[in-house]
C-alpha cells in the first residue's frame, strides 16, 4: 500500500491527472445539454489549485458570524454581528496580502485579509438555511458542491430544528460532503444539558449515516474575549490542523476532488439509468403497438375471407337459380313453342325471354350481393377504427419514467413528451376520422361508374368502389346473356347451338364470380393496410426520436464508465 503522505511533486503529478478528469467530465455534462450540471463542474475544476474551502452553514441567530471572527483569531471584525439576521448575502473570505473587499454581485462579497490561515482554506459564511432572503438558496448550494468541508453550525440549545437538519440532508446525501458539526454559545448552557444536547446531535447525525460524528461545543464569546481553555476552539482548531492543515491536507484535499467527481458521475449515472429505463419502456410499448397493428391485420383479414365466402355463396345461389331456368328456357319444346308463338305474334318472344332473365340478374343478385357487401365493409371497417382506439389507448396508458422536471434530462424528457402529444393526437384523429382516409387512387378507375364516388368518405368510397364491383358482375353476365342468346337470332339457330349457349352463360357467371372474389378481397385489404399504415407512418418521428435516445444513452453511458474508471484508478493509487 502507497503511504499517505504525498510528497509536494506526487500532488501535482495526481492534481494535473484529476484535472483531466474533470475536463472530461465538463465535456460530457455539456454534451448532456445541462448547463447548471456543466457550471458546477467548471467550478470544480477551477478551484483545483486553491485552498481548501470551508462553507459555514446553519440557521439564523445561531452566532455564525461570531464563530467566524473567532476561528480566524483576529482582533477584527471579519463577519459583522448584530442582534438582528443581517447577513443577507453570502461572504467568501480569502487570504490576501492587502486587506479588502469585492462585491461580486448582489448576492455575492469577497472579503481579502492577510491572516495566515487564510493561506491553506478558505471560508465562505453564507445565510441562515431558513432564512428568506431571495436567492440565498441557489448561491448556497453553488458553494457546497465545491466545498471541502462543510461545518454545520447549531445553536447549543436547540440542535433540532427540522428545516436545518433537512438542509443538511442536501449536504450529505446530495453530494456527501464532510461535515462536522458545531454547538454554538455553549455559555449559555449548563454543562449538564449541553452534553444532553451534543448528545442529541450525534444521536440525528448518525440516524443521517453520519459515521463517528465530529461534534464541538464552542463559545466565539469566550474566545473573542480570550477565555480560551473555555471556549472550546482549541479542540475543533486541532482537528483542523490534522486533516487539513497538516501534513495529511494535500492527501485529503485529492481526495476531495474525487469525491466531488464521483458525486457528479453519481448524478449523471442515475439520469442516464433513469433515460435507459424510458428507452426500454418506449421500446416495449413500441412492440406492443407493432403486434396491435399485425393483429388488426391479420383479424381484417379473416374478416375479409367471411365476407367474401358469404358474398360468393349468395351469388351461387342466385346464378345456379338463373342458370337453370336459363337452360330449361333453352330446352328444343320451349325454343320450338316461343318461335312459334311469335310468328303469329302471341306469347313472349325469345328476345323478350333473354332480356327477362338479363333482368333478373340486374334485380335479383346486385341487390342482394350490395346488401351483403355494405354490411361486411361496415364490419372491416370497425375493425379498422377499434384498431386506432385501442393504440390510442395504449398511448395513453404508457408509463412516463423520466418526467419533465428532471434535474439533468429535463429537455429531453420535455422532447419526448411532445412526441408523444403530436403522436397522441394524430392518432385521436385518425380514430375519430378514420372513414376520411383512404387512397387517393382507391376509387378512381370506379369513380363513373358511382356518382358522387369521389366525394364521399373513405368508408363511403370503398363501399362505392366494391358496389362498382357488384355492378360490373351483374352486367357482365347480362352481357353474356343477351350475347350468348344472340338477339335477332332464329330459334332453330338457336338450338343448334344450344350447348355453346349454355356453355358461354356458364364461363360468364364463373368469370363473375372469380372477379367478385378478386375484386372485393384486393380493394378490402388494401383499405385496411392503408390505414394500418397510416398508423405506423404517425410514428415515425416518434421513431426517430428513439433512435436518436439509443445513439445518445450509448455514447453517454460509455463515456461516463470512462470517467468514472480513471477517478477510480487514481483512488486506487492513491489508497483512498
Not at 114 to 127: F, G, M, N, Q
Not at 389 to 404: D, G, K, N, P, S
Not at 486 to 494: D, E, H, I, M, R
Amino acid at each position: 500500500m502507497r503511504p499517505h503522505h504525498l510528497l509536494d511533486t506526487q500532488f501535482e503529478q495526481y492534481t494535473t491527472l484529476i484535472d483531466d478528469c474533470f475536463k472530461e467530465l465538463h465535456a460530457l455534462t455539456i454534451d448532456v445539454g445541462n448547463q447548471p450540471l456543466a457550471a458546477t463542474v467548471n467550478e470544480i475544476r477551477s478551484r483545483l489549485g486553491e485552498p481548501f474551502l470551508f462553507v459555514i452553514v446553519g440557521e439564523v441567530k445561531v452566532g455564525k458570524s461570531s464563530f467566524i471572527n473567532a476561528l480566524l483569531e483576529t482582533n477584527e471584525e471579519v463577519c459583522k454581528v448584530a442582534p438582528d439576521p443581517c447577513t443577507d448575502i453570502i461572504q467568501q473570505i480569502v487570504y490576501s496580502d492587502q486587506p479588502g473587499e469585492l462585491t461580486i454581485n448582489p448576492y455575492l462579497k469577497k472579503i481579502m485579509l492577510p491572516i495566515s490561515i487564510l493561506r491553506k482554506i478558505a471560508i465562505v459564511d453564507t445565510p441562515g438555511t431558513n432564512t428568506i432572503v431571495e436567492h440565498h438558496t441557489e448561491i448556497t448550494e453553488r458553494f457546497i458542491p465545491i466545498s471541502d468541508l462543510v461545518i454545520f453550525v447549531f445553536e447549543a440549545k436547540n440542535p433540532y430544528r427540522q428545516s436545518a437538519w433537512d438542509f443538511f440532508n442536501f449536504i450529505s446525501v446530495e453530494w456527501q460532503k464532510k461535515v462536522i458539526f458545531v454547538l454554538q454559545q455553549a455559555d449559555v448552557m449548563e454543562p449538564a444539558d449541553l452534553e444532553t444536547n451534543r448528545l442529541g446531535l450525534i444521536a440525528q447525525a448518525e440516524k443521517r449515516g453520519v459515521a463517528n460524528p465530529q461534534v464541538f461545543c464552542v463559545s466565539a464569546k469566550r474566545e473573542l474575549q480570550g477565555q480560551h481553555e473555555a471556549s472550546g476552539f482549541e479542540p475543533m482548531r486541532d482537528f483542523i490542523r490534522h486533516t487539513v492543515t497538516g501534513g495529511n491536507n494535500l492527501r485529503l484535499k485529492l481526495q476531495s476532488h474525487i469525491n466531488n467527481g464521483n458525486s457528479v458521475l453519481r448524478n449523471l449515472t442515475d439520469a442516464i439509468q433513469l433515460r435507459q429505463r424510458q428507452f426500454d419502456s418506449d421500446f416495449a410499448f413500441r412492440r406492443r403497438v407493432n403486434a396491435l397493428l399485425e393483429g388488426a391485420g391479420e383479424k381484417s383479414a379473416r374478416q375479409i375471407e367471411t365476407l367474401v365466402a358469404g358474398l360468393l355463396k349468395e351469388y351461387d345461389t342466385r346464378t345456379t337459380d338463373i342458370k337453370s331456368e336459363f337452360e330449361a328456357g333453352l330446352g328444343v319444346f320451349t325454343l320450338l313453342k316461343k318461335s312459334f308463338l311469335s310468328i303469329f305474334g302471341s306469347g313472349s318472344s325469345l328476345e323478350e325471354w333473354a332480356k327477362g332473365i338479363a333482368a333478373r340478374v340486374q334485380n335479383e343478385l346486385k341487390p342482394a350481393l350490395d346488401e351483403k357487401l355494405y354490411a361486411g365493409v361496415r364490419n372491416v371497417g370497425d375493425g379498422v377504427k377499434q384498431m386506432a382506439e385501442i393504440i390510442h389507448a395504449e398511448i395513453e396508458r404508457h408509463e412516463t419514467i423520466l418526467q419533465a422536471n428532471h434535474q439533468i434530462f429535463g429537455d429531453i424528457a420535455n422532447k419526448r413528451i411532445e412526441k408523444l402529444e403530436q403522436l397522441q393526437a394524430g392518432l385521436h384523429d385518425l380514430a375519430k376520422n378514420f372513414e376520411a382516409f383512404v387512397r387517393q387512387d382507391l376509387g378512381q378507375k370506379s369513380a363513373d361508374l358511382v356518382p358522387g364516388l369521389a366525394t364521399g368518405g373513405g368508408l363511403a368510397i370503398v363501399g362505392g368502389v366494391l358496389a362498382t364491383v357488384t355492378t360490373s358482375v351483374a352486367v357482365d353476365i347480362t352481357g353474356g346473356v343477351l350475347a350468348a342468346i344472340g338477339l335477332g337470332v332464329a330459334g332453330v339457330v338457336t338450338l343448334v347451338q344450344r350447348k355453346r349457349i349454355v356453355n358461354e352463360f356458364t364461363t360468364e357467371i364463373a368469370k363473375g364470380r372469380n372477379n367478385l372474389s378478386e375484386q372485393v378481397t384486393d380493394k378490402l385489404l388494401a383499405y385496411s393496410h392503408e390505414i394500418r399504415q397510416r398508423i405506423d407512418n404517425s410514428f415515425l418521428e416518434f421513431d426517430a426520436f428513439m433512435k436518436e435516445e439509443q445513439n445518445a444513452i450509448t455514447n453517454l453511458s460509455n463515456r461516463n464508465a470512462a470517467v468514472q474508471k480513471r477517478f477510480d484508478t487514481i483512488k486506487t493509487d492513491l489508497s483512498l
